[in-house]
Structure formats: structure tokens, C-alpha cells
């Protein structure tokens, strides 16, 4: 189990990392898209990521979606974390400690609601 959540935790963070660093390679190559006030990123521009059409790969080249997509990443790399744990826990009849991992997923789950229903 410790192999395999060190496993994720790496990933999450190697996989982050490449996206803020091509995030910021985009946006050396192209410095004109960080000055422009309108094109700042919002919710809906995060999730146009998963709208799948003609635009999708141009979309893939936005500095600002590159960024979110790093930062969503390594938000999501602790989470994943737990979520092993809870899968682990259940795979070898460990009942307390299960239980504790998935206290643990609600309470960020619930922050993570929290978080978005406030702003």
C-alpha cells in the first residue's frame, strides 16, 4: 500500500508540474494572452476542457487553462491519496481505520462543497 500511494502522490505531482510548466512555456511564446483582461479564466473556462469540439486543442494551448489544469491536479493528488487508502483499508478487513479514511474524504469533500458554494 505505501508503494502504491507514494506511486500516486508522485504522479499527481509530475503530472502537475508539466502543466504549469507548459502553461508557462505557452505563455512566454505568447506573452499578447496575458494581457488581455478578457480572457482571465473563470469557471466556465475550466470546464470548457471537457466540451469536446473543434476548439478543444486550441483551448489546450491557453496558459491560464494549463495552470488550472497543474493547480486542479495537485488539489486532486491528496485526495486520490485518501481514496487508496480507503480502497486499501477495505482489502485487508482494517474496519477503524477505513473508517477514519472516509471521515477523512467527507470532511474534504465537504470543504471542497463548502468552498465552491461560497464563492
Same mark, same amino acid.
Given at each position: 500500500?505505501?508503494?502504491?500511494?507514494?506511486?500516486?502522490?508522485?504522479?499527481?505531482?509530475?503530472?502537475?508540474?508539466?502543466? %504549469?510548466?507548459?502553461?508557462? @512555456?505557452?505563455? $512566454? !511564446?505568447?506573452?499578447?494572452? *496575458?494581457?488581455?483582461?478578457?480572457?482571465?479564466? /473563470?469557471?466556465?473556462?475550466?470546464?470548457?476542457?471537457?466540451?469536446?469540439?473543434?476548439?478543444f486543442f486550441t483551448r489546450l494551448l491557453d496558459p491560464?487553462? %494549463?495552470?488550472?489544469?497543474? @493547480?486542479?491536479? $495537485? !488539489?486532486?493528488?491528496?485526495? *486520490?491519496?485518501?481514496?487508496?487508502?480507503?480502497? /486499501?483499508?477495505?482489502?485487508?478487513?482494517?474496519?477503524?481505520?477505513?473508517?477514519?479514511?472516509?471521515?477523512?474524504?467527507?470532511?474534504?469533500?465537504?470543504? %471542497?462543497?463548502?468552498?465552491?458554494?461560497?464563492?
Amino acid at each position: 500500500m505505501e508503494r502504491l500511494i507514494s506511486r500516486a502522490l508522485r504522479l499527481g505531482v509530475i503530472v502537475s508540474s508539466l502543466f %504549469l510548466i507548459g502553461g508557462f @512555456i505557452v505563455a $512566454l !511564446l505568447h506573452p499578447e494572452v *496575458l494581457s488581455h483582461p478578457s480572457v482571465h479564466p /473563470s469557471a466556465e473556462h475550466f470546464l470548457s476542457l471537457f466540451r469536446f469540439d473543434r476548439a478543444f486543442f486550441t483551448r489546450l494551448l491557453d496558459p491560464f487553462l %494549463l495552470f488550472y489544469l497543474g @493547480i486542479f491536479t $495537485l !488539489l486532486l493528488t491528496p485526495i *486520490l491519496r485518501v481514496v487508496i487508502a480507503i480502497v /486499501s483499508f477495505a482489502l485487508q478487513r482494517d474496519a477503524s481505520f477505513m473508517f477514519i479514511s472516509i471521515a477523512v474524504f467527507l470532511i474534504i469533500l465537504l470543504s %471542497l462543497f463548502l468552498s465552491f458554494w461560497r464563492s
